[in-house]
């Protein structure tokens, strides 16, 4: 599976972007698909993301209503609809794939496949 991120830039304080992730290889109905972000000097941080049914998401609390993740099996791309942006969401956003179930979503060790990351900046 390849991952390919794109959509960040620099946005004020409020305001909105939205990322996308495109896969190539087999389709992400067989792997759960997230959301990371890595801000500098930090760990790499869960954000959201699809089960590996499509059926559920998860999302971390710092996001939670700000932040909503989607997908077009179409198109076997992910999105990161990011709303309300702070400075603290300022960080290398990463899209992943892989095996995790629900209750190791949110843990980076479950995701085989990584994205390149995406750099999103929030300007107070």
């Known amino acids: 599976v390849q991952l390919q991120a794109s959509g960040g830039g620099l946005v004020q304080a409020g305001g909105s972007l939205r990322l996308s992730c495109a896969a190539s290889g087999r389709t992400f109905s067989s792997y759960a698909m997230a959301w990371f972000r890595q801000a500098p000097g930090k760990a790499r941080e869960f954000v959201a993301a699809?089960?590996?049914?499509?059926?559920?998401?998860y999302y971390a609390d710092s996001v939670k209503g700000r932040f909503t993740v989607s997908r077009d099996n179409a198109k076997n791309t992910v999105y990161l609809q990011m709303n309300s942006l702070k400075p603290g969401d300022t960080a290398v956003y990463y899209c992943a794939a892989g095996r995790a179930g629900p209750e190791s979503i949110t843990q980076r060790s479950w995701y085989a496949y990584w994205g390149q990351g995406t750099l999103v900046t929030v300007s107070s």
């Open positions: 699809f089960s590996r049914s499509g059926d559920s998401t």
